[in-house]
């Protein structure tokens, strides 16, 4: 993967639309951006903290950079499918700790609060209270996968 520090100005840009869009901010001291297959990462400080042009957060940024996103709890059986790369259904939903619409990015979070996924809320969390079934959000990123080794 080829990576490149971003300008001071490209850096201002970026940090900006992470407090936008996530509410966070951050001060590293060096932003990198690497393409690969036709997919960006962003590194802040070594850490790769972000990827696609989207910007959707990594869970190494989680653990590293402490960065806290709105989420979800889930049972045993929804954490197995999850860490296979599966996406979310309802039912395996125990605890909603944000209040979640369309095109929202959470985590997903075991019982005792580990983060084992990031996804892409596609129904709200009222319609998924009410209807208590159907797919609530799109496995994006989790332990293990491709984004994962990168981070390690």
Request: aromatic content about 10%.
């Amino acid at each position: 993967m080829q990576r490149h520090f971003l300008s001071e100005k490209d850096s201002k840009d970026f940090l900006d639309k992470i407090k936008e869009k996530y509410n966070i901010i951050l001060s590293p001291q060096k932003i990198e951006i690497g393409k690969e297959k036709k997919e960006v990462y962003y590194f802040l400080d070594g850490v790769l903290s972000f990827f696609s042009q989207d910007i959707i957060p990594t869970l190494c940024a989680v653990y590293k950079l402490n960065i806290s996103l709105p989420s979800v709890k889930v049972d045993e059986g929804a954490v197995r499918a999850v860490l296979k790369g599966a996406d979310l259904f309802v039912p395996g939903i125990k605890e909603f700790n944000c209040n979640c619409k369309p095109g929202d990015i959470i985590a997903v979070t075991t019982m005792d609060g580990k983060a084992i996924a990031i996804m892409k809320v596609l129904i709200s969390k009222e319609d998924a209270e009410k209807e208590k079934r159907g797919k609530f959000s799109k496995n994006l990123h989790y332990l293990g996968d491709e984004i994962w080794k990168i981070c390690k």
